[in-house]
């Protein structure tokens, strides 16, 4: 079936150190999103990429959609960064709504 | 543009009671969906409504759960008689279409 996978599960960083993360998807996608959950349960909208790659700040996002997968590149890291960083996307074929993989928990320490 | 709304933040209801969760969409925006996020675990996809209409229910539990979104108003999520099991945080989001969701700070629900 249709589902949405992350790793790593979880990631340790000391500030400063640079990071990917990555978002397999198995089937075509109209949509991909990125997302931050901070530790007060906020979920931030960090990209919409549904292909190609665009960078905000220390952020960056990559999509290949023929390969079916995303990166998420944090570099410098920040201690702020920490939390749980959520892909989902929009599969093809009449599913009109968001599916989430299970998320990568990150704790950057000082 | 106030972003989607949710609201109550917080909820607390005793065992039996109803749970009425409200979100008003972005401007402009008639799509309108609700996740369920248990404690440590991802967003789940519960139901998509549009105006007057539901589209996709497919993650709704059967029975003690209902969503409308009427012409005028904000969508409502409902949960009669509540158990323990249906603490969590309830996130809506709202779209234009299939593209770009933006999502509310979500209501949490705890059942004491």
């Known amino acids: 079936g249709i589902q949405v996978e992350q790793s790593p599960p979880d990631l340790i960083l000391q500030e400063g150190a640079n990071s990917t993360l990555r978002c397999n998807f198995s089937?075509?996608?109209?949509?991909l999103q990125w997302f931050h959950q901070n530790p007060w349960g906020q979920l931030i909208n960090l990209f919409y990429?549904?292909?190609g790659t665009k960078q905000n700040g220390r952020l960056s996002a990559t999509t290949v959609a023929t390969e079916r997968y995303s990166l998420l590149y944090i570099s410098s890291s920040q201690t702020t960064d920490s939390g749980v960083y959520f892909c989902?996307?929009?599969?093809?074929?009449?599913?009109?709504?968001?599916?989430f993989g299970a998320g990568t928990r990150l704790a950057v320490h000082p | 543009n106030a972003g989607v709304m949710q609201n109550p933040r917080h909820l607390v209801r005793r065992r039996g009671q109803e749970a009425r969760l409200r979100c008003s969409p972005m401007?402009?925006?008639?799509?309108v969906y609700w996740y369920r996020q248990l404690p440590e675990e991802g967003l789940k996809f519960m139901v998509y409504l549009q105006k007057e209409n539901i589209i996709d229910e497919s993650g709704m539990p059967k029975e003690r759960f209902s969503a409308e979104f009427p012409k005028e108003g904000p969508s409502i999520l409902r949960i009669q008689q509540v158990v323990r099991g249906d603490s969590a945080a309830y996130f809506c989001?709202?779209?234009?279409?299939?593209?770009?969701?933006?999502f509310g700070s979500g209501t949490r629900l705890t059942v004491v």
């Open positions: 989902a996307a929009v599969f093809s074929g009449g599913y009109n709504k968001l599916i």
């Open positions: 089937d075509s996608v109209n949509n």
């Open positions: 401007k402009g925006h008639s799509h």
């Open positions: 990429i549904p292909s």
């Open positions: 989001a709202s779209s234009p279409g299939t593209n770009g969701y933006t």
